[in-house]
C-alpha cells in the first residue's frame, strides 16, 4: 500500500497569514503524466469536501486562496491568506493505485 | 444537484449483520463508481473499496475483504455497504462517496452488546 505521511500534524497560523501543509508518498501517485494526488478539508460533524484535486486543480466553488502544488511523491497544499473559517482537518488522498489511502490529517488552528 | 442520501444511524449487536445505503441524485447513476470511507471517533479517514454501478465491479481494499459487501440497485440508484459480524472495532462512520467530489453525509454506526 502507498503509505501518505502529512505534516505537521497540527499547525497554528495566524489570521492573513500562510498556511502549508506537506503530504509524501512512499512511492510515486503519478501516472499518464497526471498526480493522483487529492486535498480535502473536513470540519467536524461534516463530511469531508474536496478542495484539490489531481495535485494543483482547484474544485469548482472552492475559493483561490487554497492552492496545491507537486509531483510524484512529494505534494503541498497552501492556504493562503488564511481566514478564520478555514479552522479544520486537512487529509491528502492517492487514487493513483488501490487501495486508495489517505494522510494521517493536519490539524489548523487559527489565531 | 448532485446529493448521496446516507441511512440513519444504526446500534447493532457484535456479530449481528448490518447494511446501510447511500441514494444518488442529480446525475448519471451509472456513470461513477461509488466509494465507502470509515472514519472511527476523532481518527483520520479510510478507504474501504468502491464499486462500479454499470456492471458492478468491485475493488476492494484488503483490509476490508472479509468485513465489506459492496452493492448497488441501478433501479433505485442506491450503493449499499454490507458489513459481517461487526465488532467494537467497526463502530465509525461510513461515508459514500462519488469519486472524490461528492459525498453523503455519513451513516454513524455504533457495535454495542
Known amino acids: 500500500d502507498i503509505v501518505l505521511t502529512q505534516s505537521p500534524g497540527s499547525l497554528a497560523v495566524s489570521l492573513g497569514q500562510r498556511a502549508t501543509i506537506s503530504c509524501r508518498a512512499s512511492e510515486s501517485v503519478e501516472s499518464y503524466g497526471n498526480s493522483f494526488m487529492h486535498w480535502y478539508q473536513q470540519k467536524p460533524g461534516q463530511p469531508p469536501k474536496l478542495l484539490i484535486y489531481?495535485?494543483?486543480n482547484l474544485e469548482s466553488g472552492i475559493p483561490a486562496r487554497f492552492s496545491g502544488s507537486g509531483s510524484r511523491t512529494d505534494f503541498t497544499l497552501t492556504i493562503n491568506p488564511v481566514e478564520a473559517d478555514d479552522a479544520a482537518t486537512y487529509y491528502c488522498q492517492q487514487s493513483n493505485e488501490d487501495p486508495y489511502t489517505f494522510g494521517g490529517g493536519t490539524k489548523l488552528e487559527i489565531k | 444537484q448532485v446529493q448521496l442520501q446516507q441511512s440513519g444511524p444504526q446500534l447493532v449487536r457484535p456479530g449481528a449483520s448490518v447494511k446501510m445505503s447511500c441514494k444518488a441524485s442529480g446525475y448519471s447513476f451509472t456513470s461513477y463508481w461509488m466509494h465507502w470511507v470509515k472514519q472511527r471517533p476523532g481518527q483520520g479517514l479510510e478507504w474501504i473499496g468502491m464499486i462500479d454501478p454499470s456492471d458492478n465491479e468491485t475493488t476492494l481494499n484488503q483490509r476490508f475483504k472479509d468485513k465489506a459487501t459492496l452493492t448497488v440497485d441501478k433501479s433505485s440508484s442506491t450503493a449499499y455497504m454490507q458489513l459481517s459480524s461487526p465488532t467494537s472495532e467497526d463502530s465509525a462512520v461510513y461515508y459514500c462517496?462519488?469519486?472524490?467530489?461528492?459525498w453523503g453525509q455519513g451513516t454513524t454506526l455504533t457495535v454495542s452488546s
Open positions: 462517496a462519488r469519486k472524490t467530489d461528492y
Open positions: 489531481r495535485a494543483s
